[in-house]
């Protein structure tokens, strides 16, 4: 067995069984946490709520979206970005038709890929400049933000060294760092990510059953 089919072979496998258990493990833990039983009278629906809790914080309200537009542009930037690289570049597609045997949606073209690594890598510097330059952010930041946004850059640098595939060793190198952070993952605040959204609907319920806009 070569390094290469080891890092995309029994690697990789352990890293995805780690990242998948860790994550669930982590998500049950959050939802049996429960809340305490609201014993006032219900002016609204909490489940409403949830989903406008949602829905409502994707989009700042105006007197914040002034003052925070660069972190605005710059998470949705490289959060949409890693999205369409994750889903539709060429060689995650071909890799995940190796894995399970079936085909899979069409690729982005290649411009198409250029275009959101760029937006991607701009959106995700922009966050960690105003991780420590921001006074506010720097106080509630630490080295585990700092380990995820560097972690998961040099995963997207190596992706796109290893695009061609013209050399094993950065392939070998690309999927060693991606097994890597696929294991710190589910330990970090990474896990935003899935949590996210457990969070917000958390504050709408509350918002809501008490008949108020979250």
Not at 8 to 32: C, D, K, M
Request: aromatic share 16%; charged share 15%.
């Amino acid at each position: 067995m070569t390094l290469l089919e080891f890092v995309e072979g029994p690697f990789f496998y352990f890293s995805a069984a780690v990242f998948i258990v860790a994550a669930l493990w982590r998500l049950v833990g959050i939802i049996r946490i429960g809340r305490k039983k609201d014993i006032a009278p219900a002016r609204g629906s909490a489940v409403t709520g949830f989903f406008k809790g949602n829905l409502r914080h994707f989009f700042p309200r105006g007197l914040f979206a002034q003052r925070t537009w660069m972190h605005l542009l710059g998470g949705y930037g490289f959060h949409l970005g890693l999205f369409a690289l994750l889903l539709f570049a060429a060689p995650h597609i071909a890799f995940a038709e190796r894995l399970f045997g079936i085909e899979l949606w069409p690729a982005m073209p290649r411009w198409a890929f250029i275009i959101a690594a760029e937006i991607s890598f701009a959106g995700l510097i922009v966050l960690w400049v105003r991780r420590f330059s921001d006074p506010v952010m720097r106080l509630i930041s630490d080295w585990d933000d700092h380990v995820g946004s560097w972690l998961t850059f040099l995963v997207m640098l190596s992706g796109c060294l290893a695009l061609q595939e013209a050399h094993d060793s950065l392939r070998i190198l690309h999927m060693g760092l991606v097994n890597i952070w696929l294991i710190y993952f589910p330990f970090s605040r990474l896990m935003h990510s899935f949590t996210f959204f457990l969070s917000r609907g958390a504050t709408g319920a509350v918002y809501g059953r008490k008949g108020m806009n979250p």
